[in-house]
């Protein structure tokens, strides 16, 4: 027998033991990472009962890859352009949450006299809620349509790409070992410019060159792709100093933005669930037992912090947002634990070998209990808030609830505020794409050039021409592309002193545009060349061919536009609060009185399906309108009185928490139907013979179909076969008759007819 290797033996015993585990934590009703992790526990050299793992070193490569798997599908589930639906609200709260909870995680991991990168860990460990448990707990104490529960997500999202940034800027510190602000402002300003960059070229190339190999890709190809694609963009981000976690985040936010990311994210599920569970297995194995007693008392203080801090944090931000005194109550409750980021913190903290070992323990620990505490401090937030009432003088209840008022009252941004915003984003993009052409050309096209080539003229030309020519569409968009919203033409024939600062901008821009130009010429050519012959000509181009150059880079932006929204336009059933409201103001004004839409869908047996709006008197009776209907492709905007409700209809309904909660047992009533027993139909025979009072009758004269809930399907006539006769037909002696119905009845009429 060939010789085993100690990998394979290791993984089916990690595999085994799991779910076994998994198995028993899903049928108490706990997270499955809990189980994962104590299947971890049991199969590592720490718990001597069970056999252990040998090769670590493998299980480790293994869970590197679970963790950039991990990322991968959660940059699927991400999408940019949810970011920028999550609202002002959610980024606020978020924000507000994880600025408080990652210092007072720094300082209490000071406190119990831990080493400056231990706390720092903490503090990044702590900055992220469970999504998981969160939308467990959402769906067993049937909140989830509650409107504090959206502005929950929306926290869950920001953080999600907050907590990506700190585990660039958490590895950056542990390996360079400063803290610098200058040296940690560079340090976000480099991500932040290469997640830029990497999004434009990425939706650019990305969904094109999807569409043009759909009709040669299956699911299988489609699978080595997207892994192709996300272990590529962890090449490329690991090259460029940052994390392998990031690269493969990115790649899934880009690719969650093109049409087929429903089908890689249902394609790597499996792989995911694998790599993921082995992942989380190798967590549980760098438990200590005794580590657990050891650090008992650092587990409930950083227990206690994360129940108190995330509340007192979350609270405050959703206060500061806008959210009434309840909401914000609510949505502190709910984001009161930590969950699968902690562990991915930690790993990367130990994998660059600055953090101490004990810190497993304790994020395994913390999560465990914040796991149970979190349905009850959900179910607890209501008479949490009303005690909070009770106490409170009322003139800071009355205070809080005016302020919040008066922020959902603030109007939409004026024109000044749009042209400048449109204005930032024209200097933003095309800035970070230049500087990206001349890395591009710097780091790796012109050296190559330079290595292959030996004619100097030729090197001159293309080192000249090459970087100038690329950059000059988006350098001709940087010095004189107008925004695309009419506010520039508004501001300017609304009143004269308008003119002057409009003026000073695209002056400014003109400057800002030959500055550019001088830095890739010093770069590329000698000052004599620049000022003599490479200025004069790229200002010629621009003035010469500006229509052209317009043209074109029109098309490169409509091509990005396009590939931004196939995704959305695919989508037949999009948003229903952005299909409604079609811009925030109507959200915020709604949000003013604690209003909120939900959309729910018609059970095909509801009581009220074909009965028209005004019967049904909803509004009338309990205080609730009806925004919209969704009826497959089709969208009517708030319908009218006469219209009716349909099977699986999409409902868009406008009303608060209270009232929804006394409405809703009205839309999911139903008529229960009749319980049958598939094994009660039959197909049957019954025998026409001469006695038969159903002979020479037609077979709906004959009432054979009401007699056996059935339908006759064939009739046999000596060697003629009539297949689903006619109801005409008439019956004759001898005649065999087939009929599909219920079985005791057919039983019962063949003795009788």
Partial sequence: MGHLPKLIEDLALILIVAAFVVLIFRKIKQPLVLGYIIAGFLVSPNFKIFPSVVDNENIKTLAEIGVIFLLFSLGLEFSFKKLLNVGGSASITAFVEIIFITIAGYFTGKMLGWSTMDSMFLGGMLASSSTTIIIRAFDELGVKTKNFAKTVFGVLVVEDIVVILLMVLLSTIAVTKEFEGTQILFTVAKLLFFLILWFLLGIFLLPTFLKKIKDLIDEEILMILSI???????????????????????????????????????????????????????????????????????????????????????????????????????????????????????????????????????????????????????????????????????????????????????????????????????????????????????????????????????????????????????????????????????????????????????????????????????????????????????????????????????????????????????????????????????????????????????????????????????????????????????????????????????VGIITTDDEFQIFKPVFDSFEKPEETNVNEVKLGKILINRHSPAKNLTIRQSGIRDKTDGLVVAIRRGEERILNPESTEILREDDIVFVVGNKKKIEKLNVEI
């Fill in 228 to 650: 192709g694609l996300c272990l590529g963009m962890v090449l490329i981000a690991t090259s460029v100093g940052f994390s392998a976690e990031l690269g493969a985040f990115v790649m899934g936010s880009i690719i969650a933005e093109t049409t087929v990311a429903e089908k890689i994210e249902h394609t790597l599920k499996s792989v995911k669930d694998l790599f993921g569970a082995v992942f989380f297995v190798s967590v549980g194995m760098m438990i200590n037992y005794n580590d657990m007693i050891v650090y008992a008392i650092p587990i409930l203080a950083v227990t206690f912090l994360t129940l108190f801090g995330k509340l007192f944090s979350s609270t405050l931000g959703a206060l500061l947002s806008g959210q009434p005194l309840k909401q914000s109550v609510q949505v502190g409750m709910s984001m009161a634990q930590i969950g699968e980021f902690a562990f991915i913190v930690a790993t990367l903290g130990l994998s660059l070998g600055v953090i101490s070992d004990f810190l497993f323990p304790v994020a395994v620990g913390v999560s465990a209990i914040t796991t149970f505490t979190t349905p009850y401090m959900i179910k607890l937030s209501e008479p949490f808030y009303n005690w909070i009432v009770k106490v409170t003088p009322q003139k800071y209840i009355d205070r809080i609830n005016k302020y919040s008022s008066n922020t959902q009252s603030i109007q939409v941004e004026n024109s000044w505020q749009v042209l400048l915003k449109n204005y930032a984003r024209i200097i933003l993009v095309n800035g970070i794409i230049i500087i990206g052409i001349y890395l591009l050309c710097s780091k790796f096209i012109i050296p190559n050039i330079n290595e292959h080539l030996d004619n100097n003229d030729i090197k001159n030309i293309i080192g000249i021409a090459l970087p100038i020519l690329s950059a000059l569409p988006f350098l001709w968009a940087l010095m004189m592309k107008r925004p695309s919203s009419g506010a520039y033409g508004e501001l300017w024939q609304k009143a004269k002193y308008n003119r002057g600062p409009l003026l000073i901008i695209e002056i400014f821009r003109i400057i800002l545009g030959i500055l550019t130009l001088g830095f890739f010429l010093d770069r590329f050519a000698s000052t004599q060349i620049s000022i003599f012959i490479t200025i004069p000509v790229a200002v010629i181009i621009l003035v010469l061919f500006n229509k052209r150059i317009n043209r074109f880079y029109n098309r490169i932006e409509k091509r990005f536009i396009r590939n931004l929204n196939d995704r959305s336009e695919q989508n037949v059933q999009p948003d229903a609060v952005t299909k409604l409201a079609g811009n925030s103001e109507i959200k915020s004004s709604l949000a003013a009185w604690d209003v909120h839409i939900l959309e729910l869908e018609v059970n095909p047996l509801a009581d009220y399906i074909g009965k028209k709006l005004i019967d049904l008197q909803w509004r009338e009776k309990y205080n609730v309108n009806i925004g919209y209907i969704k009826r497959g492709d089709k969208l009517i905007h708030t319908p009218d009185r006469h219209q009716v409700l349909m099977p699986h209809d999409k």
